[in-house]
């Protein structure tokens, strides 16, 4: 990397030192993120909440990137969360089965875990291949 191209890296555009000449953010380049994806903020919020199942609904590494960073709070008198996630796989975004994934993964702690609430989370994938999550979660309440 050219010592140019470091020193624009490092630019912080509206800094008294740069003398405000480049004043508000660089624009991102398609396909870049601009900060922390929504799913991250919905786990922050949500995740100190024990006592309920949390299911994400994405590929494992969605899951395992930020699970457990924040202390558990609860009002009865377990402290320890039920994770899970559907797993999704490069096969199961080319055959469409991340709504049947997610319906399952409802069903499955529901049955083993009987929690007092489920919450979703959905990522980018299945966000981009349109599952609708909201439709499945009416569809599990209504069994």
Known sequence: MKTAEIAELLNEPACAHNRNEKSGCARTKPGATAGGCSFDGAQIALLPIADVAHIVHGPIGCAGASWDNRGARSSGPALYRIGMTTDLTEQDVIMGRGE????????????????????????????????????????????
């Open 100 to 143: 049947k994934r997610l319906f399952l993964a409802i069903k499955q702690a529901i049955d083993d875990y009987a929690p007092k609430a489920v919450f979703l989370y959905s990522t980018c994938v299945p966000a981009l291949i349109g599952d609708d999550i909201e439709a499945v979660a009416r569809a599990a309440s209504a069994r």
